[in-house]
């Protein structure tokens, strides 16, 4: 399934088309470092689908000294739920998903190049995972950036984990969709 979700993409380009029924315009994403592939093969990504442990794994080696960097996706749950937005996975679908790229390709940008190795909690195909699974957003913008923005060659894959699932304020998906995500 990851492949689908955007770990080997690459091959399509983007239509230049505006994403569908949103103001997001390209020149809302920050200054691009060039015209081409922006590559960061320092930066290491970890994926899996939601409540698979990913924080706490990276919680943990950051206590041992490991830097790393959080996700984007919860980080917006907090904030569309403490300000009122719609932002979010369970009312505006697309919204979610574009505010999720833009942030994941931000935070992408303002860690590279990374001087040491470092750990980031999912990345920018963890969106296209995501908009397909959801059947929204704009999937060959993704895929484009996908393309365009490069993490390490080596991902870390954490898969469903049901002794340790758990739902909160913030992750409302059931275990099932938590193994359809993965």
Same mark, same amino acid.
């Given at each position: 399934?990851?492949?689908?979700?955007?770990?080997?993409?690459?091959?399509?380009?983007?239509?230049?088309?505006?994403?569908?029924?949103?103001?997001?315009?390209?020149?809302?994403?920050?200054?691009?470092?060039?015209?081409?592939?922006? +590559?960061?093969?320092? /930066?290491?990504?970890?994926? =899996?689908? !939601?409540?698979?442990?990913?924080?706490?794994? *990276? $919680?943990?080696? @950051?206590?041992?000294?490991?830097?790393?960097?959080?996700?984007?996706?919860?980080?917006?749950?907090?904030?569309?739920?403490?300000?009122?937005?719609?932002?979010?996975?369970?009312?505006?679908?697309?919204?979610?998903?574009?505010?999720?790229?833009?942030?994941?390709?931000?935070?992408?940008?303002?860690?590279?190049? +990374?001087?040491?190795? /470092?750990?980031?909690?999912? =990345?920018? !195909?963890?969106?296209?995972?995501?908009?397909? *699974? $959801?059947?929204? @957003?704009?999937?060959?913008?993704?895929?484009?950036?996908?393309?365009?923005?490069?993490?390490?060659?080596?991902?870390?894959?954490?898969?469903?984990?049901?002794?340790?699932?758990?739902?909160?304020?913030?992750?409302?998906?059931?275990?099932?969709?938590?193994?359809?995500?993965?």
């Amino acid at each position: 399934t990851r492949a689908r979700c955007g770990w080997r993409t690459g091959r399509t380009r983007s239509t230049g088309k505006q994403w569908p029924s949103s103001n997001w315009r390209s020149q809302d994403l920050p200054a691009e470092r060039s015209a081409g592939v922006v +590559a960061n093969p320092r /930066l290491f990504v970890l994926t =899996g689908g !939601p409540g698979s442990g990913k924080t706490t794994v *990276l $919680a943990a080696l @950051g206590k041992l000294g490991v830097p790393h960097v959080p996700e984007a996706a919860r980080k917006i749950i907090q904030e569309q739920m403490s300000s009122g937005g719609t932002a979010l996975p369970w009312l505006d679908k697309e919204a979610y998903t574009l505010e999720m790229l833009r942030r994941s390709i931000v935070s992408f940008l303002e860690h590279t190049p +990374a001087p040491l190795p /470092l750990l980031s909690d999912r =990345g920018i !195909p963890d969106t296209l995972c995501y908009s397909r *699974l $959801a059947g929204t @957003g704009p999937v060959r913008e993704i895929e484009e950036a996908c393309r365009r923005y490069r993490y390490a060659r080596t991902v870390f894959l954490a898969p469903p984990w049901k002794e340790i699932y758990r739902t909160d304020a913030e992750r409302k998906q059931d275990f099932t969709e938590a193994e359809r995500t993965f």
